[in-house]
Nanobody
């Protein structure tokens, strides 16, 4: 079955960096859009970054453009999120997600499989 497992979260000071990793199994990784979402208590989960199946295109929420970079290693079934210049408002639980087949990667509501999340804390 589809499994997604995030790692790399932690606590960092504002202005610092973290790199999240998502290891996936149970499907042909290179055939699907992948994305990172984040959620804070009391708010809906929001899409942060998405990447097309072969890595040819990426898209970002306006709030993270220029600071976050999503990438993937299809040979190793790994998804990454490099987060630089972190702000207090970037804190939250970060989830990697797999889209349904044949969808436009930038449609945030088309993601149907999720990991358990990794917590990011940013102190000012």
């Amino acid at each position: 079955q589809v499994q997604l497992r995030e790692s790399g979260g932690g606590s960092v000071q504002a202005g610092g960096s973290l790199k999240l990793t998502c290891a996936v199994s149970g499907y042909i990784f290179s055939s699907y859009c992948m994305a990172w979402f984040r959620q804070v208590p009391g708010k809906e989960r929001e899409g942060v970054a998405t990447i097309w199946p072969l890595g040819s295109r990426t898209d970002y929420a306006d709030s993270v453009k220029g600071r976050f970079t999503i990438s993937r290693d299809n040979a190793k079934n790994l998804l990454f999120l490099q987060m630089n210049s972190l702000k207090a408002e970037d804190a939250g639980m970060y989830y990697c997600a797999k889209a349904r087949a044949g969808v436009y990667c930038g449609e945030w509501d088309k993601y149907s499989d999720w990991g358990q999340g990794t917590q990011v804390t940013v102190s000012s």
